[in-house]
């Protein structure tokens, strides 16, 4: 994940002016790049920070298609190229911009930021879209007064190539936020994402989430079992009715009364865990059920047999002892034994 302090390499500002239901059209800056000053930095730190934090991200990689998307060429050929310098990857970028948004109704404009930062280790190429919001202020001569300032409490639109990622041919390195299904697709577009789900996978990351979360919290052995026996329950009856996981809606279900602890585990980048995804059946059982194969048994029993002890683990000489056998089972090994 990016630290929160990253350095900025290349950064502009244009905009893209669209109502909803209305056509777009762009406003380039004019000149060149924007100087990095202790205020740009400061913003873009507080992107990156706020971009990184959020859970509902979509992730995926470039379609090869790039006559229909060709953002992965554009970054060709400035980052690998160099045919083209930054402000004309961003000038291309807008020109993009502008198609697809002129085809999504909902779409709205703003200021674009497009920022090629390095944190020491990897290279993000950043898109934002964030729009203006009347504040209040007091000047020096203590009157109070209007304040024109950026939203960034509401940010909507963003995304992030991870360039180091798709130099070294990373299986995903295209992360954006998924926000409203309408405006996500148009962006998703816009980025050239290809974001194919696999379920079972995605599944698998949530099940290490839940499981990092759980012990970051120091959860006994009864609690834990309660909140995986929570999110058990609430994942099965999305992945029964073919429904997608929303992780806002997860987290305020399963840790209701801190949500955004949850969240940040789930959220984080480490994690390129997706929104949207239908839990798969088999793997969510592992969150109520224990396995175990040998070379001559298979096993499977609930958590909450430990806790009773019908199923108890003799660390010392390394055995498993059953307690509460069912009569039928036990005749069955009666026979067998008898047989014997």
């Known amino acids: 994940m990016p630290s929160a302090h990253s350095t900025i390499v290349?950064?502009?500002?244009?905009?893209?002016l669209k109502e909803a239901h209305g056509n777009a059209s762009i406003e380039l800056r004019p000149g060149g790049v924007v100087n990095v000053t202790p205020t740009a930095?400061?913003?873009?730190?507080?992107?990156?920070?706020?971009?990184?934090?959020?859970?509902?991200?979509?992730?995926?990689?470039?379609?090869?298609?790039?006559n229909n998307f060709p953002m992965s060429r554009y970054v060709r050929q400035h980052f690998i190229d160099n045919s083209i310098n930054f402000l004309e990857l961003t000038h291309l970028m807008m020109a993009h911009l502008q198609a697809r948004a002129d085809g999504e109704?909902?779409?709205t404009g703003g200021y674009v930021l497009i920022a090629h930062v390095n944190n020491g280790a990897t290279d993000f190429l950043i898109t934002v879209i964030v729009t203006e919001v009347m504040g209040t202020a007091i000047n020096e001569g203590m009157?109070?007064?209007?304040?024109?300032?950026?939203?960034?409490?509401?940010?909507?639109?963003?995304?992030?190539?991870?360039?180091?990622?798709?130099?070294?041919e990373e299986e995903r390195y295209i992360s954006f936020l998924k926000g409203r299904g309408e405006i996500a697709t148009y962006f998703k577009k816009f980025l050239g994402c290809n974001d194919l789900l696999i379920a079972r996978r995605e599944t698998q990351k949530l099940?290490?989430?839940?499981?990092?979360?759980?012990?970051?919290?120091h959860l006994d052995a009864t609690?834990?079992?309660?909140?995986?026996?929570?999110?058990?329950?609430?994942?099965?009856?999305l992945a029964q009715n073919n429904n997608p996981l929303s992780l806002d809606a997860f987290a305020n279900s399963l840790w209701s009364n801190a949500p955004?602890?949850?969240?940040?585990?789930?959220?984080?980048?480490?994690?390129?865990?997706?929104?949207?995804?239908?839990?798969?059946?088999?793997?969510?059982?592992?969150?109520?059920?224990?396995?175990?194969?040998?070379?001559?048994?298979?096993l499977e029993f609930d958590r909450d047999a430990?806790?009773?002890?019908?199923?108890?683990?003799?660390?010392d000489n390394n055995t498993l002892i059953l307690s509460n056998v069912p009569e039928a089972l036990r005749n069955d090994l009666l026979a067998e034994l008898d047989d014997g």
């Open 10 to 16: 290349n950064l502009i500002v244009h905009k893209l």
């Open 41 to 66: 930095q400061r913003l873009i730190d507080q992107l990156h920070k706020l971009y990184s934090e959020r859970a509902g991200k979509g992730y995926g990689k470039f379609d090869t298609d790039e």
């Open 105 to 107: 109704q909902l779409a």
């Open 143 to 168: 009157e109070i007064v209007d304040s024109v300032h950026l939203d960034m409490s509401h940010l909507r639109v963003a995304g992030r190539i991870n360039l180091t990622a798709w130099q070294t």
């Open 207 to 217: 099940m290490e989430g839940l499981e990092q979360f759980a012990s970051n919290q």
């Open 223 to 237: 609690a834990r079992d309660s909140l995986f026996e929570h999110a058990y329950g609430y994942l099965d009856n």
């Open 260 to 298: 955004n602890e949850l969240l940040a585990v789930l959220a984080d980048d480490s994690l390129e865990l997706s929104d949207g995804f239908v839990p798969d059946r088999k793997v969510i059982k592992k969150l109520v059920k224990f396995k175990g194969v040998a070379a001559r048994w298979k």
């Open 306 to 315: 430990l806790r009773c002890e019908d199923v108890r683990y003799n660390k």
